[in-house]
């Protein structure tokens, strides 16, 4: 069964550094999201991205983040300047259609 | 906007029991309902969803959810839990529209633990 490949799967940075999360999604899918999990707490939407653009986002995704797919198969998230409470695993996720979801493994990433 | 509530945090059940796991969710108008699972150290699965038609909705591994609009509920199911359906269950909702966002809002989780 196909699968949406995540790395790292774990991800230590120091505040303030830059980090890009990759993502490889399944090759037939057409919309892309990131989610996030702080532990301890609910699964959170941060970005949909849907023809090249982002089609919605959340709250959280202020202007530290950004996401992109370069080279029409990688679908990064950066995060320009990590903080403490960006500490969480971070799910990416692609469809074929709006609404259909296939789950990444995840990337944990840790500020200190 | 929509929100979506799971009331049993934990559930400790033994072998052969049956589950129903509680999602309760707030929004007026259509949504898609979503049941999915995680395995310890695994990524989320989707065990079953429910767009439109019959409310009760067969799923992967046995489970099942029913859908009640008037109790804006979906109601996970199991008649008998094993030892390996030991993970933490979340549901989600998210609203049709030919909008391409069309993002899921999840509930809290609920972490089960089967003993053998």
């Known amino acids: 069964e196909p699968e949406v490949t995540q790395t790292p799967s774990h991800q230590v940075t120091q505040m303030g550094q830059e980090v890009i999360l990759r993502c490889v999604p399944i090759s037939n899918h057409l919309y892309f999201y990131w989610y996030r999990q702080i532990l301890g707490q609910k699964v959170e939407f941060l970005v949909s991205f849907y023809n090249n653009e982002i089609s919605e986002k959340s709250e959280i995704f202020d202007d530290q983040f950004s996401v992109e797919r370069p080279d029409g198969s990688n679908f990064t998230l950066k995060i320009r300047s990590t903080k403490l409470e960006d500490s969480a695993m971070y799910f990416c996720?692609?469809?074929?259609?709006?609404?259909?979801?296939?789950f990444g493994s995840g990337t944990r990433l840790t500020v200190v | 906007a929509q929100s979506v509530s799971q009331h049993n945090h934990h559930v400790i059940l033994s072998e052969a029991a049956s589950l129903e796991l509680g999602c309760n969710y707030s929004y007026g108008g259509t949504v898609n309902l979503f049941w999915y699972v995680q395995y310890p150290g695994q990524h989320l699965q989707l065990l079953l969803k429910?767009?439109?038609?019959?409310?009760l909705v067969k799923g992967i591994k046995g489970f099942e959810a029913e859908f009640i609009k008037s109790k804006f509920s979906f109601n996970l199911r199991k008649p008998s839990v094993q030892w390996s359906d030991t993970a933490e269950y979340f549901c989600?909702?998210?609203?049709?529209?030919?909008?391409?966002?069309?993002?899921?809002?999840f509930g809290g989780g609920t972490r089960l633990m089967v003993k053998p």
């Open positions: 996720a692609g469809g074929q259609y709006s609404g259909g979801y296939t």
């Open positions: 989600a909702v998210n609203v049709p529209s030919n909008n391409a966002g069309n993002m899921l809002t």
């Open positions: 429910y767009f439109s038609g019959d409310p």
